[in-house]
């Protein structure tokens, strides 16, 4: 039932967003909104994969401790089965998402432009599965549910899209490099305003982001590199992971 639920709230929201931003992705006045779907994208794949997640370890810890104790199996054979049974739904559900918003929204008609918006937007999923699991594995159900999103407001404020980059106080910058929102957001917009793409449609009198490159220099994301945003999700990806592992780990053999 949670998966089949999950599907249509993909579906539904897509929709929602679909009509909401009909055909805004090749309007150079209304660019601001364009990002602003782009990264509300990413906030709905992040805490529909996160918070069904956090649930998981919580919710089956006293079973998972008996049988375990049993020794009917081992921490790392339950681990990967319930790690590697969500990963098909955590990229079939953005994709089917992503092949809704994107072209009723007018996004460029591209289909390289399309597959990098559905990568990062499984990228994206798949490491806030990550963190759903670890903070599961880590506390309790109550803790988990009110951790979750809390843990995610920082990660959210330096993202780049609430505030640039380069406006960020010196001493503070450290933190955008460790928020994989701000890789995921920043691939996003080089998918779909980089690669020299040509000017966007202009119907007033004067669009000042008619070029998309100014967009991207506005945001503090002309530089960005694809590789590097990608990479950093595989690495966010596999570290979470594994930091969730030894967690579910140590807990059961102290518990033992």
């Not at 660019?31 to 998981?56: D, E, K």
């Not at 990062?120 to 549910?145: E, K």
């Not at 020299?196 to 202009?202: G, V």
Request: aromatic share 20%; with cysteine; glycine share 6%.
């Amino acid at each position: 039932m949670a998966t089949q639920l999950r599907f249509f709230a993909h579906i539904v929201v897509g929709l929602l967003l679909g009509m909401l931003y009909f055909g805004i992705g090749d309007d150079a006045s209304k660019i601001f909104n364009n990002s602003g779907f782009l990264f509300f994208s990413l906030l709905f794949l992040i805490f529909t994969a996160m918070m069904p997640t956090v649930l998981t370890f919580p919710m089956e810890k006293t079973i998972f401790a008996r049988e375990y104790i049993n020794s009917w199996y081992s921490t790392r054979i339950y681990y990967l089965a319930k790690t590697v049974s969500e990963i098909p739904f955590q990229i079939l559900f953005p994709v089917i998402y992503c092949s809704i918003v994107y072209w009723m929204t007018s996004q460029p008609n591209d289909l390289v432009r399309f597959g990098l918006f559905v990568v990062s937007s499984i990228m994206i999923s798949l490491v806030a599965q990550s963190v759903g699991l670890l903070i599961g594995a880590a506390t309790s159900v109550q803790n988990a549910v009110f951790l979750a999103p809390v843990v995610s407001i920082p990660i959210l404020l330096f993202s780049g899209f609430f505030i640039s980059l380069d406006t960020i106080p010196p001493y503070l910058q450290w933190l955008s490099h460790i928020s994989y929102i701000r890789y995921s957001y920043q691939s996003v917009l080089l998918a779909i305003y980089g690669m020299s793409r040509p000017e966007l449609q202009c119907d007033k009198i004067f669009c000042p982001f008619q070029e998309p490159r100014d967009f991207l220099k506005e945001m503090d994301m002309l530089g960005g590199n694809l590789y590097i945003d990608y990479s950093a999700l595989w690495g966010f990806f596999f570290v979470f992971r594994l930091i969730a592992y030894y967690v579910l780990y140590y807990k059961m053999v102290y518990s033992r």
